[in-house]
């Protein structure tokens, strides 16, 4: 039985939908991208591996907001993306 795998593009826009739903500023924002692989034994290789190799997808948007009194608090939305099962966690700081 094959499964089909997620190309970047379309983990990228599951990311990006996900993300909008929850912090909309960040929806617009370019994500940092990085590309894990499952190894034997259950670890995790961190990392840009060919796309073909790759798992699962992090995709890290990142932004700025400036507060009434002038302070700067970061925006941040961590996705991770499986690309046969689809979204895996959201973790988002703001």
């Not at 094959?2 to 990228?12: C, F, G, Q, V, Y």
């Not at 912090?23 to 590309?35: G, H, I, R």
């Not at 060919?50 to 925006?75: C, K, M, V, W």
């Amino acid at each position: 039985m094959h499964t089909t795998m997620m190309s970047l593009r379309d983990a990228e826009a599951l990311a990006r939908d996900r993300v909008s739903k929850y912090c909309p500023a960040l929806a617009s924002v370019e994500p940092k991208v990085t590309q894990r692989q499952a190894i034997p034994g259950g670890h995790d290789v961190p990392g840009m591996v060919p796309a073909a190799e790759a798992q699962e997808y992090i995709f890290i948007f990142r932004s700025e907001i400036r507060t009434n009194d002038g302070h700067t608090l970061p925006q941040i939305a961590r996705v991770v993306v499986d690309r046969q099962q689809g979204v895996k966690k959201i973790t988002m700081s703001h």
